[in-house]
């Protein structure tokens, strides 16, 4: 037996072992996440167990290296894990901005004691991450921020607001972007700090979205005082890690949202809610036009997606090819829950009990922010056209 | 006929905008919502409607109406769907009053039309009986016992159900779901036993009622136009509606737009309006050709119903068709645009894209009617 294949039978045993029942439905949506950190409360005791277990073998980050708390896993090793996950229906133990954007950042540009501080709090789902780059005059012109940083000594004081913080309210700690120096150019007086969010002059106002949930804030800082120690990489130069971090935003939203939906094709749903005429064929020809269409365009971009992730070594950015990831992918699951809806029709439409409360209206609305969230559409296109294709300028 | 509006219909257009800013802007709607209104619509302002003659837009003078014809009550359509207004008029003043002057007998006319017109009986049409509309889908039962009718089934998405009435009810006598002979149209008391209406608030903030039927016994007065025979009216109250829903569509659209277009040519980022971007000029001057060819297709559609011309039908599926894409396109643009505030409760354009996906259901999506078209032209 190769190595691999004794890694895969071990691991297979020890999942057979360890993952509780009730999280063996493969249930991946937002709502359904275990997004850990000091506020959370475990919607069973299956889903504590299950983050307990995978965060003590690093397994919630299988290919970080374990004296981050990681698994310290080979890239195929990982692969190998995320199959025999699959293969039971296990759900992610935890969701965390620490696990794709914060990590992959401090692993980077961190400090020795920085990594060693806050990853394992990460890997464990002790500490849950919030993002705090957009402010009300700073969304695709992100380097525009005002929130300012001073210098007092020892430590900064932070002044300033944010806003679409996504779970500010129920986060532990902040990565943020502030300004270390307001005479430079704004990408050169950009610096990249961490704070907890219970220090003294943070508060957040969460924002009602069209979906009716409230998942994002606006966040306030008014002279909160950060270590330097919290300072990550160099002064004025945090615009390098914010950048890096935000490919691998884009190819985790990309992946995420543009990857081979879970379980029932759009196909099945259609057939069930529609019906088929004689030749078996769904009994609404255009609508019928329109899924394929969509598949087509979902399985081939399957394809880009494991060609990336093939090319890419373990954790290493793939830069600007992540704006074609996040534009193409998270266009694609905006057409599918269109397509949904259109399936469901009014059924789809009623926010009722016996209607699950409208969730997948609920979801399709909340779709409309993927290709907004973590750069636009528009800016993903700006990028590819002027980093990949090298396009002049207007 | 000129594809333009006449001075009367112009001066409608006017009158009803200026008062639909002033009675029934955006924030009514948003007012009904929050407050959880039960009606999910104004009786007062629905009265005062009333007063200016919409409910009795399509009524012969005879009766009180207003006798305005499909390009008037279009005209206020739309005028309500660039405020996404919040009124039985589309149930009431337009297919209900479509199905009584094609349909009903002297008496009914007599009992009700004058009702309508003066916005004290509220209708509503219950057709659908599943998640996606089809004109002859009908499988809600109606078998003869003595001198009536016996009505078992169930239908959803019954616009105003909930505050209607009175209900007019397609129903099989005959035949098998899909097939248009064996169609019969009923006109039923909202408080007949054997009833069970239920409330069911959908995205867009307006209420629909799923309407169960067990045993819901009616005289044969209720029995409106033929038994068997009432596929072709029930096509004339369907397509009065979808093209009444079309130019509220086309409002809805152009209000959208226009908002979305205010809103980029003021947002900053970069040192400049982010509608100075060639990618949102573009967008926007595509989006702005759509929306007119929209509106000229509603109109051509509403004139042909008035004229009762050949290719109505044809005209109505298509105008449907359009005004689902251009409305939804409008608004899923609009949200995008508005970058992270489209995604706010606080910003309206989301009001918008829940109308405009409520609405394109609404009797018959783009593809219901695309397949209905390329039926009718032979393909
Ligand atoms: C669901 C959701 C979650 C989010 N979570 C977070 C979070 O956790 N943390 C955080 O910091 N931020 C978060 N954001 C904010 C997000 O990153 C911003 O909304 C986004 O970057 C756009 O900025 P904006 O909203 O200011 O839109 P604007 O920048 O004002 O854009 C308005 C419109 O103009 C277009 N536009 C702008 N510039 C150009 C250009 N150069 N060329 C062409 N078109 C252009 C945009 O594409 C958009 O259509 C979230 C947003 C959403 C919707």
Same mark, same amino acid.
């Given at each position: 037996?190769?190595d691999?294949?004794?890694?895969?039978a071990?691991t297979r045993?020890?999942?057979?072992?360890n993952?509780p029942a009730? $999280?063996? %439905?493969g249930?991946l949506?937002e709502?359904?996440?275990?997004w850990?950190?000091?506020k959370?409360?475990?919607?069973?005791e299956g889903?504590?167990?299950w983050?307990?277990?995978m965060?003590?073998?690093?397994?919630?980050?299988?290919?970080?290296?374990s004296?981050?708390?990681?698994?310290g896993?080979?890239?195929e090793?990982?692969a190998v894990l995320?199959?025999?996950?699959k293969a039971?229906g296990?759900r992610?133990p935890? %969701?965390?901005?620490?696990?794709? $954007?914060l990590g992959p950042a401090?692993?980077?540009f961190?400090s020795?004691?920085q990594?060693?501080e806050h990853l394992?709090k990460?890997?464990?789902?002790?500490?849950r991450w919030?993002q705090?780059?957009?402010e009300? =005059?700073a969304g695709s012109d992100?380097a525009?921020?005002?929130?300012?940083?001073?210098?007092a000594g020892?430590?900064?004081?932070?002044?300033?607001q944010?806003?679409?913080?996504?779970y500010?309210?129920?986060?532990?700690w902040?990565?943020?972007?502030v300004r270390?120096?307001?005479e430079?150019?704004?990408?050169k007086?950009?610096?990249f700090? !961490?704070f907890d969010m219970?220090?003294e002059?943070?508060?957040?106002?969460p924002i009602k979205?069209?979906?009716?949930?409230?998942?994002?804030?606006?966040?306030?800082f008014d002279g909160?005082?950060v270590p330097?120690a919290?300072l990550?990489y160099e002064?004025?130069?945090?615009?390098?890690?914010?950048?890096?971090l935000?490919?691998?935003e884009?190819? $985790?939203?990309?992946?995420?949202?543009?990857?081979?939906s879970?379980g029932r094709?759009?196909?099945?749903?259609?057939v069930?809610?529609?019906g088929t005429n004689?030749l078996?064929?769904l009994?609404?020809? !255009?609508?019928r036009?329109?899924?394929?269409?969509?598949?087509i365009?979902s399985?081939?971009?399957g394809a880009?997606?494991?060609?990336v992730s093939d090319?890419?070594?373990?954790?290493?950015? !793939?830069?600007a090819?992540?704006?074609?990831?996040k534009y193409?992918?998270t266009e !694609?699951?905006?057409r599918r829950?269109?397509l949904k809806?259109?399936i469901?029709?009014?059924?789809e439409?009623e926010?009722t009990d016996n209607n =699950?409360d409208g969730?997948?209206a609920?979801?399709?609305?909340?779709?409309?922010?993927n290709?907004?969230?973590?750069?636009?559409s528009?800016?993903?296109?700006?990028i590819?056209a002027?980093?990949?294709l090298? $396009?002049?300028n207007? | 006929?000129p594809l333009?509006l006449?001075?009367d219909?112009?001066m409608?257009r006017e009158?009803?905008?200026?008062f639909?800013?002033?009675?029934?802007?955006v924030?009514?709607l948003?007012?009904?919502?929050?407050?959880?209104?039960e009606?999910?619509?104004?009786r *007062?302002?629905? &009265?005062?409607m /009333?007063?200016m003659?919409w409910?009795?837009?399509?009524?012969p *003078?005879?009766y009180?109406?207003?006798?305005?014809g499909?390009?008037?009550a279009?005209?206020v359509?739309?005028e309500?769907?660039?405020?996404l207004?919040?009124?039985p008029?589309l149930s009431?003043?337009?297919m209900a009053?479509?199905a009584?002057?094609?349909l009903?007998?002297?008496?009914q006319?007599?009992q009700h039309?004058?009702?309508?017109a003066?916005?004290e009986e509220?209708f509503?049409i219950?057709?659908?009986e599943?998640g996606?509309?089809s004109?002859?889908?009908?499988?809600?039962?109606?078998?003869r016992m003595?001198n009536?009718?016996?009505?078992n089934?169930a239908?959803?998405?019954v616009?105003?159900?909930?505050?209607?009435?009175?209900?007019i009810?397609?129903?099989r006598?005959?035949?098998?779901?899909?097939?248009?002979?064996?169609?019969?149209?009923?006109?039923v008391?909202?408080?007949?036993d054997?009833?069970k209406?239920?409330?069911t608030?959908?995205?867009?903030?307006?209420?629909? &009622?799923?309407?169960d039927?067990n045993?819901a016994?009616v005289t044969?007065d209720a029995v409106l136009?033929?038994?068997d025979l009432?596929?072709?009216?029930?096509e004339k109250i369907l397509?009065?509606?979808?093209?009444g829903?079309?130019a509220e569509?086309?409002?809805?659209?152009?209000?959208?737009?226009?908002?979305?277009?205010s809103?980029?040519n003021?947002?900053?980022?970069?040192?400049?309006?982010?509608?100075s971007?060639?990618?949102?000029?573009?967008r926007?001057?595509h989006l702005?050709?759509?929306?007119?060819?929209c509106k000229a297709?509603?109109?051509?559609?509403?004139?042909?119903?008035?004229?009762?011309?050949?290719?109505? &039908?044809?005209?109505?599926?298509?105008?449907? &068709?359009? /005004?689902t894409k251009v409305s939804?396109?409008?608004a899923q643009?609009?949200v995008q645009?508005?970058?992270g505030m489209?995604?706010?409760?606080?910003?309206?354009?989301?009001?918008?894209l829940?109308?405009a996906k409520v609405a394109?259901e609404?009797l018959?999506?783009?593809?219901?009617?695309?397949n209905?078209l390329?039926?009718?032209?032979g393909y």
């Amino acid at each position: 037996m190769s190595d691999l294949q004794q890694f895969r039978a071990e691991t297979r045993q020890w999942l057979e072992e360890n993952c509780p029942a009730d $999280m063996r %439905d493969g249930k991946l949506s937002e709502d359904t996440s275990c997004w850990g950190g000091r506020k959370w409360e475990f919607t069973s005791e299956g889903q504590r167990l299950w983050l307990e277990r995978m965060g003590a073998r690093g397994w919630t980050v299988p290919t970080w290296p374990s004296e981050y708390g990681g698994g310290g896993l080979s890239k195929e090793e990982a692969a190998v894990l995320k199959q025999e996950m699959k293969a039971i229906g296990a759900r992610k133990p935890h %969701d965390n901005f620490g696990i794709t $954007m914060l990590g992959p950042a401090l692993l980077k540009f961190g400090s020795e004691a920085q990594k060693k501080e806050h990853l394992p709090k990460v890997a464990r789902g002790e500490i849950r991450w919030c993002q705090g780059y957009s402010e009300p =005059n700073a969304g695709s012109d992100l380097a525009s921020l005002r929130t300012k940083a001073e210098d007092a000594g020892d430590h900064y004081v932070v002044t300033g607001q944010k806003i679409w913080t996504s779970y500010a309210d129920k986060a532990d700690w902040i990565f943020c972007l502030v300004r270390t120096d307001s005479e430079a150019p704004k990408h050169k007086g950009i610096s990249f700090v !961490l704070f907890d969010m219970e220090s003294e002059g943070v508060s957040t106002k969460p924002i009602k979205l069209i979906s009716g949930s409230s998942p994002f804030c606006e966040t306030f800082f008014d002279g909160v005082s950060v270590p330097k120690a919290n300072l990550v990489y160099e002064e004025n130069k945090g615009w390098d890690v914010a950048k890096y971090l935000l490919t691998h935003e884009r190819e $985790m939203i990309g992946s995420l949202f543009g990857g081979m939906s879970e379980g029932r094709s759009l196909g099945e749903l259609a057939v069930k809610a529609i019906g088929t005429n004689p030749l078996g064929q769904l009994d609404d020809p !255009l609508l019928r036009a329109k899924l394929i269409e969509t598949e087509i365009d979902s399985l081939a971009f399957g394809a880009l997606l494991q060609s990336v992730s093939d090319r890419a070594k373990g954790g290493e950015s !793939l830069g600007a090819v992540s704006s074609v990831l996040k534009y193409y992918g998270t266009e !694609l699951n905006k057409r599918r829950h269109e397509l949904k809806m259109e399936i469901g029709g009014s059924d789809e439409m009623e926010m009722t009990d016996n209607n =699950n409360d409208g969730q997948a209206a609920r979801d399709w609305l909340r779709t409309k922010g993927n290709s907004i969230e973590g750069g636009t559409s528009e800016v993903q296109l700006q990028i590819i056209a002027k980093h990949i294709l090298q $396009m002049p300028n207007a | 006929m000129p594809l333009v509006l006449t001075e009367d219909q112009e001066m409608l257009r006017e009158s009803a905008a200026g008062f639909l800013k002033d009675e029934a802007p955006v924030s009514a709607l948003r007012e009904l919502r929050d407050s959880g209104s039960e009606d999910g619509f104004s009786r *007062e302002l629905w &009265a005062k409607m /009333a007063a200016m003659g919409w409910a009795g837009i399509l009524v012969p *003078e005879e009766y009180g109406g207003a006798d305005f014809g499909m390009v008037g009550a279009g005209v206020v359509a739309e005028e309500m769907g660039k405020q996404l207004t919040a009124t039985p008029y589309l149930s009431s003043a337009i297919m209900a009053a479509t199905a009584l002057n094609a349909l009903g007998s002297q008496a009914q006319k007599e009992q009700h039309l004058t009702k309508i017109a003066a916005g004290e009986e509220l209708f509503a049409i219950a057709h659908d009986e599943r998640g996606k509309h089809s004109t002859l889908g009908v499988a809600l039962k109606a078998e003869r016992m003595g001198n009536g009718f016996r009505l078992n089934g169930a239908k959803t998405f019954v616009a105003d159900g909930h505050v209607a009435d009175q209900i007019i009810v397609s129903a099989r006598t005959s035949g098998e779901p899909g097939e248009a002979n064996g169609i019969t149209l009923f006109l039923v008391d909202s408080g007949t036993d054997g009833l069970k209406i239920e409330k069911t608030a959908m995205v867009d903030s307006r209420n629909a &009622a799923r309407i169960d039927f067990n045993n819901a016994e009616v005289t044969a007065d209720a029995v409106l136009g033929e038994i068997d025979l009432g596929a072709d009216g029930l096509e004339k109250i369907l397509n009065a509606g979808r093209a009444g829903l079309a130019a509220e569509m086309a409002g809805s659209a152009a209000q959208a737009f226009g908002m979305t277009l205010s809103y980029i040519n003021e947002r900053k980022q970069f040192g400049v309006a982010v509608g100075s971007f060639q990618t949102l000029q573009h967008r926007s001057a595509h989006l702005y050709t759509e929306i007119e060819i929209c509106k000229a297709l509603t109109l051509k559609a509403l004139q042909s119903l008035d004229e009762g011309a050949e290719d109505a &039908a044809k005209l109505v599926a298509l105008a449907k &068709a359009k /005004a689902t894409k251009v409305s939804l396109l409008a608004a899923q643009e609009g949200v995008q645009m508005h970058g992270g505030m489209g995604m706010t409760d606080e910003f309206d354009i989301g009001l918008y894209l829940k109308r405009a996906k409520v609405a394109g259901e609404l009797l018959g999506d783009s593809s219901y009617h695309g397949n209905r078209l390329a039926e009718m032209l032979g393909y």
